[in-house]
């Protein structure tokens, strides 16, 4: 029996972004949206931070509870070029030395790299500036979703979608990430208590994929789960994911990494299972869910 139980019906989304990262709700809106669009349970997972933690405990509707969590730039180097990928991780300590010290390395290198992009799109004669990105991420982790904005507002592309695209974000103006080896973050979530769940791990749509040979080495190191419903994955997706879940005793997740205006996907337009989320608490020791009495 969980300490944090939940009904058998329970709504519940484990990936969602804030301005404290490149979502569009602050923390606080974040949380009421979730209440009000009838989730029981919401994860926060900024990409490389928790600063978003507090002010969502703050603002906690009655009846929504809260897993704390965060989505780390991780980075396979087991092939050449290395492979980006986003690790979930719930529930750690966020006062763990080496595991903050890695994400405030990640996020300092962030705004190296946005800084980077701005000039190159600048010295091709597009009329951005780093100041208005950096304004626009407005303290929260920078990424590649604010420079979009940037673009947008210059007038030259219409969507986030297309900013994404290989005339801009997706290839031209992509510049690598100084991210956290995958295997290194597995081993810092679970040395914080935490509980590392690999995110979005066949979208094969954002670009290149990891084999499940690694998968199957990452649930050897200490990883707990995989998120098979998300919205960059087809229906063969999922199905492979959740296949290669249960071969390897993962437990298996769904989310809507919703963030706002960036994107066009609803809070909980995927959700997770009752028993995995009961088995995410059950092994975290880092921090506990929280619920507003
Ligand atoms: P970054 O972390 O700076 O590399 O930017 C990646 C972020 O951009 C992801 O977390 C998404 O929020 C967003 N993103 C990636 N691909 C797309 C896309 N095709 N359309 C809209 N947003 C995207
Ligand atoms: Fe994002
Ligand atoms: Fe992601
Ligand atoms: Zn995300």
Do not use: N
């Not at 301005?19 to 606080?28: E, I, K, Q, R």
């Not at 490389?48 to 980075?75: F, I, K, N």
């Amino acid at each position: 029996m969980s300490a944090y139980p939940v009904a058998a019906t329970a709504r519940i989304d484990l990936h969602a972004h804030s301005t404290a990262s490149d979502g569009t709700l602050t923390p606080a809106e974040l949380v009421r949206a979730a209440a009000d669009t009838g989730l029981d349970v919401l994860a926060i997972t900024d990409h490389d931070t928790t600063a978003g933690w507090e002010p969502a405990v703050r603002a906690l509707p009655p009846g929504l509870t809260l897993v704390r969590g965060a989505e780390l730039s991780c980075r396979w180097y087991g092939v050449e070029p290395s492979v980006p990928l986003h690790l979930l991780a719930y529930l750690f300590d966020p006062a763990e030395p080496e595991l903050a010290a890695e994400l405030t390395r990640v996020r300092a290198a962030r705004e190296v790299r946005a800084e980077r992009t701005v000039e190159l799109l600048r010295a091709d004669g597009v009329d951005v500036s780093w100041p208005e990105v950096l304004a626009g991420a407005a303290g929260g982790t920078v990424g590649r979703p604010h420079i979009a904005q940037a673009l947008i507002r210059a007038g030259l592309v219409a969507t986030t979608t297309e900013a994404f695209g290989p005339a801009w974000l997706g290839e031209r103006y992509r510049l690598p990430k100084e991210d956290i080896d995958v295997f290194r973050a597995v081993r810092l979530v679970r040395a914080a208590g935490g509980v590392p769940v690999f995110a979005h791990p066949r979208a094969t749509r954002r670009g290149r994929i990891v084999p499940d040979r690694l998968i199957v080495e990452l649930a050897g190191a200490g990883l707990a789960g995989l998120e098979a419903d998300h919205e960059d994955h087809s229906p063969a997706e999922r199905a492979h994911v959740r296949a290669l879940a249960a071969e390897l005793g993962l437990l298996v997740t769904g989310s809507s990494d919703f963030h706002g205006t960036h994107k066009t996907v609803r809070l909980g337009a995927f959700t997770t299972d009752v028993e995995a989320y009961e088995r995410i608490v059950a092994a975290a020791t880092g921090v506990t869910p929280v619920a507003s009495t």
